[in-house]
Every structure is written in structure tokens, then in C-alpha cells.
């Protein structure tokens, strides 16, 4: 008995395990859970009567004093658990660089014979199989070496090819598509630690391969070719059995119509019916909206799309898609040339919600409704989640659409005595403004929430959790005021830039401006950066006041609700910053453009991590100014 094996754990494997998952804790879901114990359990099962072979037919051996006794199939304990923590590491890395991905925009329907990528792809998933195919057959050309020199290489290539192959087969689009920093990166970055490490354990002859069973070829002193080629080969089994399973999952939660009802753990039957389905019979509008509406997230708006990735399954893919839905209904409207274009694509909004709400909401009628729109944004629109949002709150936002359409019309002549036309008059505008454009979107999102809820269909609500929901969609409705209350206070730049002014008339006049005056100088009128401030004390006070209730949402959203609420709101306190340190609001481009103030990224990233851990309750800044 000795414990030269066990302290090659405790020294090299158990601290990088013990710190990717004290990074990724608060990021794994409990889907993640079962990737990992699906994977720990199928590797470990695999490699059971294999490995125990090896040992059986002395290629490897391990020396009596090196190990601490206890076996299974002759295979000791400390290698036992070798294959699950190598295997749990590379899952961790894995999820850890995935976690932004959404699968299913890798996937696509690759049987239609007149696309030509498709014909790239096809070519490059049957160069693979051949690749794979060679691997696996290649053990019989290390069989017949002289003298068994090759009986290591060859069991590696016939135990993990034919997996490789089946896993290649199955899950090519992704593996294909995937950046390679998502495949490549998980496979070579524990690889290489692996063969650091394999090299001392070889050199202190924790394990010996036998020298009549390796082709005595070497990475480089001390790592035998075999032992590196067994680490890269088991890293990518596990990357690639990732991939698979992520694949399936992308289709098991993107198809409602042919699975209605995600189940919190997919069973592996379920999971292999998904993988074997035909890509003939993906959905590939849904598939092209749900692509198009991601990257207008990612383009347009970073706190959502860094928050975005903290949600999953099929509440993720329905906010991307409720995101893009406002995003293309505001960007229509503030891009409109005139009042009168704006005017119409409101009216087109609404006959399209109209219809999706109708009792026929049939697809011709649907494709009628839709048919004004852009494709970019008819893809978007049809796959609006209407099954699981209420319609007043979409309607609504359509008003708060036509508030700025009153901007519209004052575009190009800035009026003089002529206030009155500004619509944001008072205090209590500006609330009925934001309640349109940002309540009613709180409102939405925790809709989803809500409809998504695993085993929500099942429970019974009783009446403290009604009261508990009421309770979350107001403070929700609220918390929309602030996030809306802080845009208004970053963007006064680029609204006056484009005409607008959402700052109360009262209150500048208070402070000796005008909207006018807001909007000729570009922001720059005296008393604008408190009228600023004064919003943005607004903001943080009624965020104070409703962030309590993210806590009493579900568990499985709060995290991703905190982190959209504070990446956002951190948008203000930078403002606050920027106020206190009297320098300018905006950010100047290389070009000596004004661009609108950001929360820089290494910070976005600190602020997500913190409201995800609910470690970090994001600040008040002080208020110095009187509060409306
Ligand atoms: C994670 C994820 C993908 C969330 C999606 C959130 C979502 C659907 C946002 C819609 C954004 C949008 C384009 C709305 C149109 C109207 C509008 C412009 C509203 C303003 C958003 C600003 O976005 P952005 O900065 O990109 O816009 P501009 O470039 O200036 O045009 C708003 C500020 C409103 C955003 C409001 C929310 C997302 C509601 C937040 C509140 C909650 C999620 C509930 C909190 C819950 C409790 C219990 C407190």
C-alpha cells in the first residue's frame, strides 16, 4: 500500500476540479447536473471492462507500492476515480465556455440538396466519418506490429473510435459550427494539463507502461505517444458526448409542437429520439427566427445578452424571442423617415397582435398580418410567444410606441413656444410613458417566468403564492420604471441628437431649460446634467423599493432577473460616477463622435457575476438632488 497515487489526485487533479467548481457553481443549472452525472456515469461504465483489461493483460501496471489496496475489476481505486474527475473537469470547462451558446442556432436542416453550404457540410460530416472510420481500423494495423509493440495504440483506437465515429455522426452540425474556442478549447486545454501531468506520474512510476506494449515513441521525454493520444481521445469523447447531448436538448426544447412539455430531466430514450431525428424535420423558420433574434440581442443590447445566458431551456429561448419582438417593434418606429411611416407600423403591429390573438389565428391569416414586415422581422414576429403572454401589456406597448411618434412629428422643426407639443410634460407623464414602454415589458418577461416554471402544470397556486406573484408582477412593473427612467437619463444625448427630449418640461423649466433648448444644444443646456440626476435618483429609488421581490420569484429565474436588473441599472450608477467626477456623460468615438455612456465590459462582467452569486446588492449611489 503507498500513496503515490493518491497524492497525484490531491496535488494535480482534485485542486482544478475544486476551482472550476467553486467558479462555476453559481453558473451550473440542473440540467448541467445531469449532463455531468450522465457523462461521469457513461464514461465510467465504458471504461470499466476496458481499462480493467488493460491492467489484466499487464500493459499497464501499477506498482503495489504506489497505490492504496482497494480494487474493482482489478482496476485500483485511485484510477477509478481518475476517470470521473478527468471527465468531470473537461464538463465543467465545457459548460463554462458554452454557456453563452444556444444550440439550436447550430443546428439546420442540411437535406435540401439545392442550398450549397449544405453540400460544404455533408462533404465535411462524411471526411469525418472517413477520418473516424481510418482511427478505428488503424487498431488492426498496431495489432499486427512486431513483437505487440502496438497492443496499447491499437486497444485505444478500437475502445474509443467507433464512439467517436457514432458521436461525430450524430452531432456534427454543432461540433461543425460550433466556434472552435466552444470544441477545440475544452478538448486541448485539459489535455495538455493531463500529459504535464501523466509525465510526472510516469517518471515517478506511479504507473509504468509496459515496454512490450508501446511503440516506445515519445511526446516528448517521458510521455509515451499512447499516453498522449489517451488523453486527447478521451477529452474529445467527452466534449463530443457534450455536444450530443446539448444537440438533443436544442431539439427536445425548440420544438413545442413535437415535444409539448420539457420534462426537468429529459429521460435518455427522449434525448436519443432527438438526436436521431431527421434534420428534414426541423422547424427551420422557427430555427432562422430564433437565429435572427439572437442576433439582434447580441447586436443591440450587452446587459440582456450577458443576462440571456443565464436563463435556460425554453424560458431563454422566449425571452430572446419576446427581446426581439420590442426590439423590432421600437426599432420600426423610431427608424420611420416620418410620423405617418411610424404611424403605420404601428397600426401593422397591431393588426398583427390582433390576429395572433384572434380566436383564427390561422397561418394564412397569420402570413397576411406579417406580410408588411421586413423578413428579418417577419421571422422574428411569428415566433412571439403568444401561448405564454398575456395581450394588454403587448398592446400597451404599442401606446408607448405611439408616445414617440409625437417625437416623430416634431422631427426637423424644433418648435419654438411651442412646449406644449412636447409630450412629456410632468412627473406623472413621464410615469405613464415608462409604464407603457417598461412596465409593460417587466410585465411580459415575468409571464414567462411563470409559464415556464418547471411543474407548473402540475401545482396547484394556492392562494400565498397568487399573492406572491401579484406581489412580484407589481414590484416587476415598477423595476421597469427604473431601468426605463435610467435609459432615458443615459440616452438625453442621442434623443436630442434625433429630436427627442423624454425629460419632464417641469422639471427643466425648473432648472431655466426647455425641451427646445435640450434638443438645440444636444444635451448640453445648463441644467439638463441635473434634470439628469434627478431621473437617475428616481430610477435608483424605486429600484430600491422593488428589487426585494426578485427573491420571492422562482428560484430558476431569480438569478437571471437579478443579473438583467443590475447589469442594466449599473448603466446608471456609471452615470452617477461620471456626474461626481464632472467630466463629460457621453463617450467619445476615435472619430470625436458622442456615442451614448456604456458600463465597460471586465465591469458588466463583475456586476453579472455578483447579482448571480445574490452576493453583491448593487448600490444606491447618494442622491443630491431633490427627488420628483
Ligand atoms: C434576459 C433577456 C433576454 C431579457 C429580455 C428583456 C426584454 C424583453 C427587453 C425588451 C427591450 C426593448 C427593446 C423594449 C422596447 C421598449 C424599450 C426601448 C424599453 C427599454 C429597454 C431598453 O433597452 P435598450 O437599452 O436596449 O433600448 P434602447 O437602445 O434605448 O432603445 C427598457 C429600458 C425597458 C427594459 C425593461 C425590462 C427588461 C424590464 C425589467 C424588469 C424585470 C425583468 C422584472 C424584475 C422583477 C422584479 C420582481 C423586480
Known sequence: MGLDYAWIHLIFTIPPAVILTIILRPLVT?????????????????????DSYLIHTKVWTYPPHGILGPTLCEIPLEELFFFVIQTYMTSLLYILVNKPTVYLTYLFDDTDP???????????????????ACFTLSSYYFSTLPSSKGTYLALIC???????????????????????????????????????????????????????????????????VE?????????????????AFENALAVVEAFPDKVPVVPTFPSPSLLMQALFLSPAEYDTSRINGIREALKNLSAKSR??????????????????????????????????????????WIS???????TSYSADHSKRKLDEALAPFPPASRAILALLPTQALPSQPLFSLLEGFTSDVDFSRLKGKVPNKEAARFPIKTASDLEI??????????????????????????????????SIRDRCLKNGAKMGLALQYTNIARDVYVDARDGRCYLPTDWL?????????????HGRADGVAETRKRLLDNAFAIYKESRGAIEDLPQYARAGIRVAVESYMEIGRVLVEKMAAGGPLEELSGSGRRNRASVPKPRRLLVGWGALTGRRSGAIPEKQVKTG
Open 227 to 243: 499516453e498522449a493520444l489517451f488523453f486527447l481521445v478521451t477529452n474529445t469523447l467527452v466534449v463530443f458526448g457534450l455536444t
Open 303 to 344: 446587459s440582456f445578452y450577458l443576462a440571456s445566458s443565464i436563463f435556460s431551456g425554453r424560458l431563454r429561448l422566449d425571452l430572446i424571442l419576446l427581446y426581439a419582438f420590442c426590439r423590432v417593434g421600437d426599432d420600426l418606429v423610431d427608424n420611420a423617415g416620418s410620423a405617418e411611416e411610424a404611424e403605420r
Open 433 to 466: 410613458y415608462a409604464s407603457r414602454v417598461a412596465s409593460t415589458v417587466a410585465e411580459l418577461c415575468l409571464h414567462l417566468v411563470y409559464h415556464h416554471e418547471p411543474g407548473s402544470n402540475t401545482k396547484q397556486n394556492s392562494f400565498s403564492s397568487m
Open 509 to 521: 423649466r425648473e432648472q431655466g431649460t426647455t425641451p427646445e433648448q435640450v434638443i438645440e444644444t
Open 114 to 132: 439545392r442550398k450549397s453550404h449544405v453540400q460544404y457540410f455533408r462533404w465535411r460530416k462524411r471526411l469525418g466519418q472517413v477520418f473516424f
Open 30 to 50: 440542473k440540467i448541467d447536473l445531469y449532463k455531468i452525472v450522465f457523462l461521469v456515469s457513461v464514461a465510467v461504465i465504458y471504461t470499466i471492462p476496458w
Open 158 to 224: 478500437v475502445w474509443a473510435g467507433p464512439v467517436v465515429f457514432a458521436l461525430w455522426s450524430l452531432a456534427y452540425q454543432p461540433l461543425l459550427t460550433l466556434p472552435r474556442s466552444k470544441t477545440w478549447l475544452p478538448i486541448i486545454l485539459p489535455t495538455a494539463y493531463l500529459w504535464i501531468v501523466d509525465t510526472i506520474a510516469l517518471l515517478r512510476g506511479t504507473w509504468t507502461i509496459e515496454s512490450g506494449t508501446k511503440v516506445g515513441l515519445q511526446m516528448w521525454p517521458g510521455l509515451e
Open 348 to 354: 401593422h403591429l397591431t393588426v398583427f397582435l390582433e
